[in-house]
């Protein structure tokens, strides 16, 4: 079945800039998402298709795409900013979800 | 503000069922598709199952075809998961998610619940 590939951490500074990858192979055709998921919490959407910041997540998050590769970059991080990240998108026919393995992003 | 309530989670028996349900409020409900997606203790988000905004069309991912059904009553602005043969390994925390715009599949999802906690354990 269909996998995103990322990886499992991150380790940042306060004010540093983190990059989050997803690999997958139908990225080239599908739109990726990136969700921000604090413990305890539901995830909340940070970026949609591939690049777009819903209204009320702050600048510093920005999405880009490239080929089989997808990232989430964070300028500038906070310490509010440690939580679980995680990527998602369809498969090649475009009817099934598919997550990341999710990325914790610690914030030192 | 849209918002989306989960209830029904509780401690199942292994072969068991549960009927989860998931209302939406301040929304034109009917408009959109809704998922359902599950995390287990520890883990990372799973996909679970689709359906249209009509109720035409569903989806499931492979680990529940065959044991769940997802449903919807527009008339209640309320999204079901029926789960049956349950096992230990649907464990986890369900929440129902609404996609972002009007297509049912190759979309992020803009709002979640707070999601309920299936156990499934003797």
């Known amino acids: 079945s269909y996998k995103l590939t990322q990886p499992p951490s991150v380790s940042v500074s306060p004010g540093q800039t983190a990059r989050i990858t997803c690999s997958g192979d139908?990225?080239?055709?599908?739109?990726a998402y990136w969700y921000q998921q604090k413990p305890g919490q539901a995830p909340i959407l940070v970026i949609h298709?591939?690049?777009e910041r819903p209204s009320g997540i702050p600048e510093r998050f920005s999405g880009f795409s490239s080929g089989t590769t997808v990232t989430l970059t964070i300028g500038g991080v906070q310490a509010e900013d440690e939580a679980d990240y995680y990527c998602?998108?369809?498969?090649?026919?475009?009817?099934?979800?598919?997550f990341g393995g999710g990325t914790k992003l610690t914030v030192l | 503000e849209v918002k989306l309530l989960e209830s029904g989670g509780g401690l199942v028996q292994p072969g068991g069922s549960l009927r989860l349900s998931c209302a939406a409020s301040?929304?034109?409900?009917?408009?959109?598709?809704m998922n359902w997606v599950r995390q287990a203790p520890g883990k990372g988000l799973e996909w679970v199952s689709v359906?249209?905004?009509?109720?035409?069309?569903?989806y499931y991912a492979d680990s529940v075809r065959g044991r769940f059904t997802i449903s919807r009553d527009n008339s209640k602005n309320t999204l079901y998961l029926q789960m049956n043969s349950l096992r230990a390994e649907d464990t986890a925390v369900y929440y129902c998610?609404?996609?972002?715009?009007?297509?049912?599949?190759?979309?992020?999802?803009?709002?979640w619940g707070q999601g309920t906690m299936v156990t499934v354990s003797s």
């Open positions: 298709k591939d690049s």
């Open positions: 139908a990225l080239p055709t599908q739109y």
């Open positions: 359906i249209s905004g009509s109720g035409g069309t569903t």
């Open positions: 998610a609404k996609v972002l715009g009007p297509s049912t599949t190759g979309v992020g999802f803009d709002i």
């Open positions: 998602q998108s369809a498969d090649s026919s475009a009817t099934y979800v598919v």
């Open positions: 301040e929304l034109r409900f009917s408009n959109y598709a």
